[in-house]
Every structure is written in C-alpha cells, then in structure tokens.
C-alpha cells in the first residue's frame, strides 16, 4: 500500500514524504533516487542520455538499494554522487524513455507490494500505483522552490531557477510518466508554509482515510519530529487545497 507523493522538483517533496514516513511508520521510497543512479550509471560506463536502447539495457540490469537514508547502487554507497547538479540534469534526459520508465516502475511496484510506502515521485499516481488510496501532488513557487534548492545545495538561486525551469519543462512535456496531478490527487501549494502544517495535512488525510490508526493520546507531534523547510517566522497559513 502507497500513499503517493508527486510534484515538481523543489516542492518539498522528500522533506514532506520523509517526514509522513516516519509519522505513521512507513517505508520511505524516493523514486528520482532510482533515476539519478540511472543517470549515474550511464554517466560512469559511457552511455549517452539520447541512447534510448543502451540505457534500457543498462537500467534493467541495475541493482539499487536503499539502507536508511543512504542510496546504494549495486552495493556501493552513492547517495552524495547521484545529487550532484550534473546528474539532476541527467537523470531528468535518462527519464524520457520508455524502457528505462518501465525498470523503474517496475521495481518501485515490487517495493510498494511488500509493505506501506510514501513514495515520491512524478508518476507514482498515474502510473507506478493508479490505484493509490492516498495521493498528493506537492506544488510551490518557482522561486520558493529554486531558494529552498540553493539552501539545501549551496548554488545560487538564479542558476538553480534556470536548472529547474528546464528540467520542468522536460519532466511535464514528456510523453510518459510526464509529471502531472492524477485526477484524484488532493493538490497542497507549501509556498509559505511550514513544514509541520503540511505534513500534519497529510497526516490527517491519511487518518480519514483509514489507513493509519492511531491510539487515543498518542497524537504525532510533527514539531517534536520533523525539521523545517521554511525558515523561522516566514508566513504561515493553513495549507491551499483544492481536488
Ligand atoms: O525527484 P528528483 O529531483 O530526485 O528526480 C530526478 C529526476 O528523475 C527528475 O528530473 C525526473 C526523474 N523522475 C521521474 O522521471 N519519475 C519519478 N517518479 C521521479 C523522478
């Protein structure tokens, strides 16, 4: 069982996910995690991004893993290389095609079938799990996003904006797994918002959802657990919404 969490890239998505995660003592699955060890991968033995066929053959045969927070691809600890600028690009090219998308889903389909997931993605409510009883489509700023990415990375904010305007506009104008909200995702916009507010969101969909039961007096406390995306003191109003 997923509950699936798709947005752009800088929406907060794997804070968010992470945070709901540990909550109600899901698993974790960062999906763009798989692509960027494709991108990795390709990068390390030679193949070119445009190689539709060579990457499928390489994204098939790949063995990723996750231990904790660390990335590990066939073995080897990566989780620092595959988040380096030049891969973010990369793995948004390798993810246009059609072979490589289904090794991926594939695999993110074997995951979620053996337990209960958040997992982060563009597609995981449109295609890696339609049938999701939970999904949210994350969405902020450009701006908001592209500061949160420079904080977290050390770029600056102007190259991080540009970076990001052209992996979105691959990652929606794609022909498959194009990121978009599925019909029944519940849309939350977290520009401005903390980081609590939007997970406690989440949190409660999930409770009216019955997919979590939670004991009398054992309320989650997102501020004891979760760290922050959003600065001290920036404005905070209940989270936007809308089906
Ligand atoms: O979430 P991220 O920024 O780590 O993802 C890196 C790239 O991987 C992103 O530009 C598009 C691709 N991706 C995808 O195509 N489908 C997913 N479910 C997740 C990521």
Same mark, same amino acid.
């Given at each position: 069982m997923v509950i699936a969490i798709d947005g752009p890239a800088g929406a907060g998505k794997s804070t968010v996910a992470r945070a709901v995660a540990a909550e109600l003592g899901f698993t974790y699955l960062d999906s763009g995690a798989m692509y960027r060890c494709v991108a990795l991968a390709a990068h390390e033995a030679g193949v070119d991004v445009d190689n539709a066929a060579g990457l499928g053959v390489l994204a098939d045969g790949l063995e990723i893993g996750f231990e904790g927070r660390r990335v590990l691809l066939g073995g080897r600890d990566v989780s620092d290389a595959i988040r380096a600028p030049e891969v973010s690009g990369d793995a948004s090219r390798v993810s246009v095609h059609p072979a490589v998308r289904e090794a991926m889903v594939a695999r993110q389909r074997e995951l979620i079938a053996a337990g209960r997931y958040v997992a982060e993605g563009? /597609?995981? =409510?449109?295609?890696?799990?339609? /049938?999701?009883?939970l999904k949210v489509f994350l969405t902020a700023s450009d701006e908001e996003r592209a500061r949160r990415r420079a904080a977290e990375t050390g770029e600056d904010v102007a190259s991080v904006l540009a970076a990001q305007r052209s992996r979105d506009a691959r990652d929606t104008e794609r022909?498959?797994?194009?990121?978009r909200a599925a019909a029944d995702a519940v849309e939350? /916009?977290?520009? =401005?918002?903390s980081l609590q507010r939007v997970v406690a969101r989440i949190v409660a969909l999930a409770q009216d959802r019955g997919l979590v039961h939670r004991p009398q007096g054992e309320s989650g406390d997102p501020e004891r657990t979760s760290p922050q995306f959003v600065s001290e003191g920036s404005p905070d109003s209940p989270p936007s919404e809308h089906k």
């Open positions: 563009r /597609d995981i =409510g449109t295609v890696v799990s339609p /049938d999701a009883p022909e498959h797994g194009a990121l939350l /916009d977290t520009t =401005g918002l």
